[in-house]
């Protein structure tokens, strides 16, 4: 979910010429941007709940305690971001941004793209609090997975997330990221899912089976007569946070993956 740090309006990019330039994005959409952000954990792992501004992004480490080296989790990132970034160029597209750097900041949705800053933040298990590593604790025992929390974390937030946050860095590189709510994430999990339908097939078919499991213990919030893009649209608001939302982004996985004929990753970029 690409997210806004500023409360500014305006935001500065490339364009297709390679100049520096700016353009104004609604402050509605950014606001909108920052709540998906967040809530988007809660298609992954339940019961997550709004951060408070001051919530910190990383505890400090005590006096005297090493911080676990970063290095081989931002070079195993680094070779992601870069093979997405070649995928790009091998479809014969070119990004008009500069590849986002990588910030071990823990923000509470595990991760996240700030289009203003060009970075992408993303969460460290070593240095995960409690309450986060908790959540994969419960989301192992509620999806009965034989997979240890840690090795959950990694599928789900250095694989799925990040993955899903490249694709919002490409939907800004095409200023196509202050669309409809809708349409914006449910283009990110489309680009995702036909990315690591070309690069890995078996870890795509088990994340689709993954948030099926999701969309099956979640009632169904979506009223009768209604298409799920108009109700999220329009409920955006209210259904933040809540296992509505959850069901929402989680259906849209399963959605993006049963289309047919299944899209080109390159066809997902245009």
Not at 133 to 149: M, Q, Y
Not at 225 to 250: L, R
Request: glycine content about 4%; hydrophobic content about 40%.
């Amino acid at each position: 979910m690409r997210y806004c740090d500023s409360l500014s309006i305006r935001i500065a990019s490339f364009s297709k010429d390679g100049n520096f330039v700016t353009f104004r994005l609604r402050f509605a959409a950014c606001v909108a941007a920052a709540l998906t952000a967040f809530f988007f954990a809660g298609a992954i792992l339940p019961e997550a709940t709004l951060p408070h501004s001051n919530t910190p992004t990383q505890p400090a480490a005590p006096a005297g305690v090493q911080a676990p080296s970063m290095d081989a989790d931002r070079a195993r990132l680094t070779a992601l971001r870069d093979s997405f970034v070649e995928a790009i160029k091998s479809a014969g597209l070119k990004p008009s941004i500069d590849p986002p750097q990588i910030v071990f900041d823990n923000p509470p949705a595990f991760g996240r793209y700030d289009s203003g800053s060009n970075l992408i933040h993303i969460a460290l298990w070593s240095t995960l609090e409690p309450a986060g590593e908790a959540r994969f604790t419960r989301l192992k025992g509620l999806l009965n997975d034989p997979r240890s929390p840690e090795e959950i974390f990694d599928d789900s937030v250095h694989h799925w997330i990040f993955i899903h946050e490249l694709a919002h860095w490409w939907q800004a590189c095409q200023h196509k990221d202050d669309g409809e709510r809708y349409a914006v994430e449910y283009g990110a999990n489309r680009i995702a899912a036909a990315y690591w339908r070309m690069k890995d097939p078996a870890y795509m078919q088990k994340r689709t089976e993954h948030f099926q499991a999701i969309v099956n213990l979640i009632p169904n919030p979506l009223p009768d007569s209604q298409s799920k893009e108009k109700y999220f649209n329009e409920h955006f608001a209210t259904i933040v946070g809540t296992p509505a939302y959850s069901w929402f982004q989680a259906n849209m996985v399963v959605d993006v993956s049963a289309e047919s004929p299944l899209p080109t990753f390159k066809q997902t970029l245009q």
